[in-house]
């Protein structure tokens, strides 16, 4: 078993839907949750990071995780077009100095 | 101007064939990492390393190795190249003591190995 699960997709959904991105992880240790982005043919890049349990907002994102399950979210608002991209999680233990990645969840946002 | 390049972003080799993937990084970051992408596999790593002397194999070293010339200079070469090495290569950097071990990552670097 992975240390860290992420349904593939592809998941495609209509311009303007709720999208739900979700993880989930099996060691305890795990204290920082992070989200990257990939577009096509780019290097990942930092979306959003939460510490510990809880809810965590910028703009049309949230990052939820709820540790007592072990599971982590991302959910985006009004979803549009430009938001196609790979999501990849990544968790990284109180020491800080790995990351531990999802395999990724394709997003298609249609308009 | 790109803050972590790679170089080539695109390869084609034969089995058997030495590689050298290259990453620069102008952020002045202490660490530096190589990982490889496969489809639902997410990011893997193969080394990282926290300063020039410092030098650690990650989860899937076998068959490759580094070099950390600078600071903002880390090289992964393939000795001998197989096809199951054919993936999507890259280089990210941080910085020692960042409050959750944030990662900027290259554009990539494409290999295939015939």
């Known amino acids: 078993q992975k240390e860290v699960e992420q349904d593939p997709g592809p998941l495609s959904v209509p311009e303007g839907a709720i999208v739900s991105l979700n993880c989930t992880y099996s060691n305890s240790a795990f204290q920082y949750f992070m989200w990257y982005r990939q577009y096509s043919r780019k290097g990942p890049e930092l979306l959003m990071y939460?510490?510990?349990?809880g809810n965590k907002e910028d703009g049309r994102f949230t990052a939820q995780v709820d540790k007592s399950s072990k599971y982590i979210s991302l959910f985006i608002r009004d979803s549009q077009p430009s938001d196609s991209a790979t999501y990849l999680c990544?968790?990284?233990?109180?020491?800080?100095?790995?990351?531990?990645f999802g395999g990724g969840t394709r997003l298609m946002v249609k308009p | 101007d790109a803050d972590v390049t790679q170089t080539p972003r695109n390869r084609i080799t034969k089995t058997g064939k030495r590689i050298m993937l290259e990453c620069s990084q102008t952020?002045?970051?202490?660490?530096m990492y190589w990982y490889r992408q496969d489809p639902g596999l997410g990011l893997r790593l193969i080394y990282y390393s926290f300063d020039v002397k410092d030098i650690n194999k990650g989860e899937i070293s076998d068959g490759y190795s580094v070099s950390r010339q600078a600071q903002a200079k880390f090289s992964l070469s393939l000795e001998s190249a197989i096809p199951n090495q054919t993936a999507l290569y890259f280089c990210a950097t941080g910085i020692t003591g960042g409050p959750y071990n944030e990662q900027f990552f290259g554009p990539g670097t494409r290999l295939t190995v015939l």
């Open positions: 952020k002045g970051h202490d660490r």
């Open positions: 939460t510490y510990s349990s």
């Open positions: 990544a968790l990284s233990n109180n020491a800080g100095n790995m990351l531990t």
